[in-house]
């Protein structure tokens, strides 16, 4: 009974949901948002300012100085592939900007939601199914965001990428991604991810891995036929495939500057 209780209740916080958002940043009179091909300028800079070398952000200072962090939010609530498709003609601009506009996102969410300690617990349901955002003009909640719109796209190479501004997420780059360069900035960020101790790591006979093997595993498995042979493609030591596998647990606190 209390279980049945329980998924109730959970099934009504989920259909109270869609009736929360997260508004759109107040811009100052100055400012305007342009429908023209995408600009990370802003982005850019945002990452540039606030998040240091090992991918953590400065989230106090960030709050106080936020000019850029909304104005690029607030062209990702009105323009996204999805109602200006000119402005996206490839796939790698379409992924780019997905991309961007997933970290930035979390980034203002977790801004929104009063920079918590942590994502842990009933927060992670908070944080990712409810408080909707917009992309296009698309209300959309990160967990959907992600699931049904950037995965879909099939590079598994996103999950190096995508940033929920916790501490097993990626390192967060100081540099937005671009359509004309993603394929080389997924390959470097693929790359760095596997050569940090606390995503990949041998001991003896034990392979331990990021639980973001463990999260997404399909979409690893449709590149390759197995978690080694998918890493072994950005590796120069390459594993063996008969090391039984384990998944480091997921630290959901906020990636913070100290």
Known sequence: MKTWVC?????????LSGCASVPRPNLATTDTVSVAAPSYAAWNRVLQKFVDDQGRVNFAALAQDRTDLDQFVSYIYDVGPNNQPQLFPARADVLAYHINAYNALAMYKVLATGIPDTLAGAKKISFFAFGKVQVGGQPISLYDYENKVIRPLGDARVHMALNCM??????????????ALLAQQLQQETESFLSEARNLSVDGQR????????????????EAPSLPAWINRYRKAPLPDHLAIEFTPYNWAINRQP
């Open 207 to 222: 392979l331990l891995l990021s639980e973001i093997f463990k999260l997404y595993l399909d979409d690893f498995l449709r």
């Open 166 to 179: 916790s501490v097993s997420c990626p390192r967060l780059p100081k540099t937005a991604f671009v359509g």
């Open 7 to 15: 998924l109730v209740c959970f099934s009504v916080l989920l259909g």
